[in-house]
């Protein structure tokens, strides 16, 4: 049975902040994403919410176990932070993902082959094929991670700085029309990285789905990798709103 919440300041600021997102954004998905995610983080405890996240988690890596030769685990919370501040690149933190430092290619020049070794080679190409397509998907697959990192990361920021600046003020001035104008102030940020966030997330899942076509995999598996992503943000949107109040 979930308790009910007492609504603080800080609570107030974040719910405000998102539904600032849902009355200025354009796109009518992206409205119900928001929404819920208000809604669910009055409906859940933060620790419901975690444990939504972990079984997310756990159903994005069974879509990942479909693809093909693909090997990617997921982040720890150490990898995710250091990431988060810079101490590595996307790509160290994609190659940590897959257990490899590098994708290397092979430029060696070989002498002509034989009949016999031409057959062979032939027959391997198609495996090289495959392998050089997994090892594609799986740097996609890192990208995910790397992605919801970053938007996690930088969202809580956001609300640290609207945190930061309400308290700062004095008692006098925290009135219901500050927390909205403090909101307000980082409503295009928020917008902005949400936007962008979403737009390099097409692109990946958009090549995700034409490695997936040439290779003769089920393409809609790009589309489910989508929506853990998805619901990854709106979960830790809630998270976050549970977690002020």
Known sequence: MTTQKRYRPLKIIAIVLLCLLLVGAGLAVWQRDNLRAVVDSQRYSTEELQQMLQQNEEKTQEVIAKLAGVEVRSPTQEEVTALQSGEITEGE????LMGQATASDSNDTQAAPSEEEAAKQQADEQAVKQAEVSAQLSALVGRVYALQASFTGQLDGLLG????????????NRTASTKASIAEKYIGRAGSLESSC???MDGIISEMRRLLKSSGQDDSLADQVAYGYAQEKSLKKSYYLSYYG
């Open 93 to 96: 933190f994609v190659a940590m």
């Open 161 to 172: 700085s609207a945190k930061q600046e309400y308290l700062s003020l004095p008692a006098s």
């Open 198 to 200: 979403d737009a390099q």
